[in-house]
């Protein structure tokens, strides 16, 4: 793509000091953003040669996968991972079933008595949170402790995520609906045949951040699931890297020679961890141009 | 043909309002059914929890549950006045606050100043693309790189160590570490807390720019004159905001990362509530503070919201 610029005739060009600011201001920026993924990456992969050599190991001299062999042979790093994925899947699921009815159902509280009601006890939850405490008295009372849908249900429904569906729908021109009315649909089918594939963009969107969401919590696992052979990635990744708690069964073949460096090791859990994001990150991102977020942001 | 089709819609949609409330129920059964799942959900999810609050006023044990536990008044609401971990708490809450205030808050709109600035567009894409990215990285594994890269065994110090220099574990030191949360916040959210500004620059009209730069105006006074006033509202708006939420700083942040510097320096409200609460067994002292913090933080978010309205702007609720 050609590098189109965009100045305007009545702009001046900027001097070449402001210029040159500019330019390492952002270059500045974007190395660190970025370095601590690189040297992520870079650790996961260094041999304890590497290791022992110190200094930098920005890029190993002897890569080696042996981190990742020794990972996913088995134990506890891989049985976390795919309790992440189900847990992610899972209620990515219900949170999209839940709230994509419910915005729909409360698009026309005119029309509706008492949805004008709904909508406010669901809007009302913006302002406050029960707290950590009487939460976690519910979902004992509720006899979900140990249970996965301890992890599940507290984040189910997002007040936010919901009035940005609710927008969205409202956009929809009321004829498309009004003559699927006429034609006999119900508005269960309304919304199935017609608003939502309408909405693909902002579903995309939201269905990300409720997934990002699930994968990255930590928190209600750690407070309701005793069992830490239950635990999700980000729990055990808690408890590994940063608590430097040993991971008891990990095997190690003789025949792979050396054993993996503890650092390496620990970042290529941590790069376990993080790739399911950088995989749909791309995908989120095209959604960043369009006005979708941006107004959801605003909300 | 579409036009007559319109005008029965308008008049399906009228009669829709028409008839008796159970009638009208009836009609839109769908409806119900649609939102009721959702709606049963934020009662059990969201309100329900509230009822837990009274162990506030109780000397809670898990055994006995809140139905048998000895109500003790207010006494934890005493208690926690001169519990000097609790003081701490509410100051080191405070002091984050407002270092990221003065520290975080600005940044987000300086760096979409710097990227409206930018002329070629497909640079300013690839820039936002990475600078969006920390938002959607989970703390833990936040916390992780910066300890590989700041820790005691990070990059940092491994490099100053083969340079034969004192090593300085940033991430356990308790004098720096407000300081670091904030800098961890910057690092994480600067990127996607420039979008609503950028939004804003993008609204502002051209031609705006065009007569200031007719009239010979500088790009300081654009700046001045024009940039700033067309950003100030979302600018106000986002501040108040961020006031009313004052006494909530990143909890699984703090969460992960207290331990390494104990109690005194890294406490903050949310995690006082975790740790002497959940693990420390001293159930009614947490659920007070919980609470406390609950009405007021509500409190102060309710009144930013009305500020915002009295300032002529769309409030958020």
């Known amino acids: ?299 | 043909m579409a036009v007559g089709r319109a005008a029965t819609a308008g008049r399906v949609e009228r009669a829709r309002r028409a008839g008796t409330l159970r009638a009208r129920m009836w009609r839109e059964r769908w409806m119900y059914l649609l939102f009721l799942p959702g709606l049963a959900y934020v009662v059990l999810f969201r309100y329900a929890p509230l009822i837990g609050n009274v162990i506030a006023f109780q000397d809670y044990s898990p055994y006995l549950g809140f139905t048998d536990s000895a109500w003790v008044g207010l006494r934890n609401f005493a208690d926690l006045l001169t519990d000097a971990d609790v003081g701490a708490a509410l100051v080191n809450t405070l002091v984050i606050s407002g270092l990221q205030l003065v520290l975080f808050f600005p940044a987000p709109i300086a760096l979409a100043l710097l990227l409206n600035s930018l002329m070629t567009d497909a640079v300013r894409r690839a820039i936002q693309s990475v600078i969006y990215l920390p938002h959607f990285i989970g703390w833990v594994i936040v916390v992780s790189i910066w300890q590989q890269v700041l820790g005691g065994d990070g990059f940092v110090n491994q490099l100053l160590r083969s340079q034969g220099m004192h090593t300085v574990n940033v991430m356990a030191n308790p004098d720096l570490f407000k300081p670091l949360m904030v800098a961890q916040d910057i690092w994480k959210e600067v990127g996607w807390g420039t979008i609503i500004f950028l939004a804003a620059l993008t609204a502002i009209d051209v031609s705006l720019y065009e007569a200031a730069a007719i009239d010979g105006a500088t790009w300081w006074r654009r700046l001045r004159h024009v940039t700033l006033p067309g950003i100030s509202g979302v600018v106000v708006l986002l501040l108040i905001l961020r006031l009313g939420g004052i006494l909530t700083v990143g909890f699984e942040q703090i969460l992960l990362q207290q331990p390494n510097v104990g109690a005194r320096a890294g406490q903050v409200l949310d995690t006082f509530v975790y740790f002497r609460g959940v693990v420390g067994g001293d159930w009614g002292l947490g659920a007070a503070v919980g609470l406390l913090k609950g009405a007021l933080g509500t409190l102060l978010v309710v009144g930013a919201n009305w500020a915002v309205k009295r300032l002529g702007q769309e409030g958020v609720f």
Do not use: C
Not at chain 1, 140 to 154: E, F, G, Q, R
């Open chain 1, 1 to 299: 793509m050609a590098l189109t610029a965009r100045r305007p005739v009545w702009m001046e060009r900027p001097s070449i000091p402001t210029q040159l600011l500019k330019t390492i201001v952002l270059l500045a920026i974007v190395v660190l953003m970025v370095f601590p993924f690189l040297s992520m990456v870079a650790v996961s992969f260094a041999s304890a040669a590497d290791v022992l050599r110190g200094g930098l190991v920005l890029w190993p001299a002897h890569p080696t996968g042996i981190a990742y062999e020794s990972i996913l042979r088995g134990g506890i790093v891989v049985r976390a991972l795919l309790v992440s994925v189900g847990i992610t899947v899972v209620g990515t699921a219900l949170s999209m079933g839940l709230t994509t009815t419910m915005a729909y159902g409360l698009t026309r509280t005119r029309d509706v008595p008492g949805s004008r009601l709904a909508l406010l006890l669901a809007l009302g939850t913006l302002l406050f949170s029960a707290g950590i405490i009487p939460n976690y008295l519910l979902v004992k009372s509720l006899h979900l402790l140990n249970t996965y849908w301890a992890v599940i249900l507290p984040g189910a429904v997002s007040a936010f995520n919901l009035v940005v569906i609710r927008q969205f729908f409202m956009g929809i021109p009321h004829e498309l609906i009004e003559s699927a009315r006429l034609d006999g649909a119900n508005d269960l089918q309304i919304l199935l045949r017609i608003v939502l594939p309408l909405s693909k963009a902002v579903l995309a969107v939201i269905s990300l951040f409720y997934a990002v969401g699930y994968w990255n919590d930590f928190f209600n696992a750690l407070l309701y699931l005793n069992d830490a052979s239950m635990w999700p990635v980000q729990l055990v990744l808690r408890q590994y890297v940063l608590q430097g708690t040993p991971l008891g069964d990990v095997q190690l073949n003789p025949l792979l020679g050396q054993p993996p460096p503890p650092q390496s090791f620990q970042m290529a859990v941590v790069v376990l961890g993080t790739l399911p994001i950088l995989l749909v990150y791309p995908l989120l991102q095209r959604y960043f141009t369009k006005g979708v977020l941006t107004g959801a942001i605003k909300g």
